[in-house]
């Protein structure tokens, strides 16, 4: 499950280390970056930042990431690659991710996820990947067969693949529980399935809005009314409505009041309708990642009870 990580060495000897090897740039004053094999690494404040896709490192893609098992083996080469010593590198940020197979268009999927509060949606490339983030994290859902195409998906992962990556950017430490964390903190197994519980939990907070031809089930003319407002949400999308509000807001035409309630109207439409229908786009998706971070963390358990 782990992908990409961003890791802080307190010292620069790994310029003195690869300084005559290609693929140096120097940057802003005395700042040096380098670009190795997928690594970037950038001098500053008395160290050097790197950041790494340990797949790519160790497999050359990363349509899969790294599963618990493999993670000894990639850090030990990464630190051979680097010559530098891990276990004195603070981790910062990471990166944790599944490629999953679906029977549709990975699009479709997340055509359906609606803005959580406090959080900016970006759709990318014409709505073929989208990115849900606030300051501390984010979730990205795209599809993985366009992002390597010419290149073909490999057999498990006919007809689509749909690649969901959780990235924390910030406050890892305060997430994990731990002061002090490097590379090799990934090697621990309670680590390693909270990360995978987090990115299967930050999936199925995703609110999801349905677009539909018929109304709910309703017994009272308020329950008519929430039916209508959930369908003209789905048809106008959360993000079209949150800016109008936000707009709205702005120029004086609702009062803050006003649009606090409107924002709250709104998540209770999403909260309302958060049961997943079986039979959904949505019901597929979730049990496949459910399903994954079981394989992953019953993986972890069996290996190290051995």
Known sequence: ???????????????????????????????VAARR?????????????????????YRGSNIESLRWNEMYETLDELENKLKINLHTCRLYTI????????????????????TPARVRKDLYDSGMSVTLRNKTWSFTGYDKGAEIAPIRLPKEYIPYAIRLEYRRKKSLHKLLGSSVLSPWSLTDPEIYCRLVDIWKNTFLSIPIIYTSNHLDGFHTPTEF??????????????????????????????????????????????????????????????????????????????????
């Open 225 to 306: 009314k929430n039916s209508l407002a959930r369908q003209g949400l789905a048809a106008i999308g959360t993000d079209q409505v949150n800016s109008a509000v936000k707009e709205l807001e702005k120029t004086g035409i609702i009062s803050k009041k006003n649009a606090s309630r409107i924002r709250a109207y709104e998540r209770s439409l999403l909260n309302s309708n958060s049961q997943v229908t079986e039979g959904t786009l949505a019901a597929e998706l979730r049990a496949k990642v459910i399903e994954r971070a079981e394989i992953e963390k019953n993986e972890v358990t069996t290996i190290f009870s051995l």
């Open 37 to 57: 094999s997928h690594i970037r690494s950038v001098r500053s404040h008395g160290g050097v930042f790197f950041n790494c896709s340990l797949p790519k490192q």
């Open 1 to 31: 499950m782990i992908d990409q990580i961003g890791l802080f060495a307190p010292d620069t000897s790994f310029f003195e280390n690869h300084e005559s090897e290609e693929g140096f740039q120097s940057i802003n004053e005395g700042i």
């Open 95 to 114: 990166e944790v991710g599944a490629t999953i197979s679906v029977e549709h268009l990975p699009r479709l999927y997340y055509a359906e996820w609606a």
